[in-house]
């Protein structure tokens, strides 16, 4: 396998898509190559980052209109 | 494929409970404004989109039957309440905004050719991120970059990347939610991934 061709390898990788030949071969790169193990911890790290865009807290005023909604929805 | 699972979640909001309401409607918060800015640009509207996608999961609960999970019914209703609201918008949208390029098509590579030799190995390899603080890499800087290649993304690789990485459904429930199948969904996260990838590095070199 040559990088250029593992990098795009790398999401059925992650997501465990690989078949068992494939993925030993994949395995097999990774572990002798220092960019392409930089690449798959930068998917990683991306993916993080992407997580932690969830963090967006509720606004107070929304939340409580919602609750309002709410106690009116179950005294219907 | 008749499968109902008693989701204790949606047994508490059925039964009209306000903690388990306001835990739900706080940890979905996040996830849904950033699916709603996938299809209206502005936040504020983003902001009604989300209200409005609470109000329809309210009066269509007693009929929600728990077929799929309560995450993907809330996630469906808003992707409807903002293709809706977007449609209201077209009309005054540039239209160039609405050609977007999609190339999730396209077996374009993701990573530039050019740093790979004729071989095929690395010629330009990228940094190993481990030696850089995890406050770095998780700046409020960083995250904005984030924000801006999740908006530059075509729609249909936005939608899973934020669907999968921000919101944490599984390949499953967004093959569910927007009926593409298990290889689409592989092929778009590739390609949108590497997209945010590659934004993150740009702002890390």
């Known amino acids: 396998m040559k990088c250029r061709d593992v990098v795009e390898l790398m999401t059925e990788y992650l997501e465990g898509t690989l078949s068992s ?9 990774i572990a002798g190559c220092d960019g392409c193990t930089a690449y798959l911890e930068q998917l990683r790290a991306t993916r993080r980052v992407l997580g932690k865009l969830a963090d967006e807290p509720i606004p107070e005023p929304v939340k409580s209109e919602l609750l309002k909604a709410f106690k009116n929805w179950k005294s219907r | 494929m008749a499968r109902t699972i008693i ?4 047994e508490a909001l059925k039964a ?11 940890r979905y918060h996040g996830p849904l404004m950033r699916l709603a800015m996938a299809y209206v640009r502005d936040h504020g509207v983003a902001e009604d989109v989300v209200q409005e996608t609470w109000l329809t999961c309210l009066r269509t609960l007693d009929r929600f039957e728990g077929r799929s999970s309560l995450k993907t019914w809330i996630f469906g209703i808003l992707m409807n309440v903002a293709r809706a609201q977007r449609r209201k918008e077209s009309r005054v949208l540039p239209f160039a905004a609405l050609f977007r390029r999609d190339d999730s098509g396209s077996r374009r ?4 050719p050019h ?12 940094d190993s991120w481990s030696n850089l603080p995890e406050a ?3 700046s409020r800087e960083a995250l904005d970059r984030v924000k801006v ?3 530059a993304l075509p729609e249909k690789q936005r939608e899973i990347v934020i669907l999968r990485d921000i919101a944490g459904m599984d390949s499953d429930e967004v093959c569910e939610l927007l009926a ?8 778009r996260l590739h390609r949108g991934r590497a997209a945010v990838r590659r934004m993150l590095e740009e702002y890390l070199q």
């Open chain 1, 21 to 29: 030949t494939d993925r030993a071969r994949f395995e097999e790169h």
């Open chain 2, 7 to 10: 989701d204790p979640e949606l």
């Open chain 2, 16 to 26: 009209g409970d306000e903690v388990a309401f306001e835990a739900i409607i706080t």
């Open chain 2, 109 to 112: 590579p993701t990573v530039d």
């Open chain 2, 115 to 126: 740093r790979f030799g004729s071989n095929g190995l690395w010629t330009t390899p990228p």
């Open chain 2, 136 to 138: 770095t890499v998780m």
């Open chain 2, 149 to 151: 290649a999740i908006e």
């Open chain 2, 180 to 187: 593409i199948s298990a290889t689409n969904q592989r092929v």
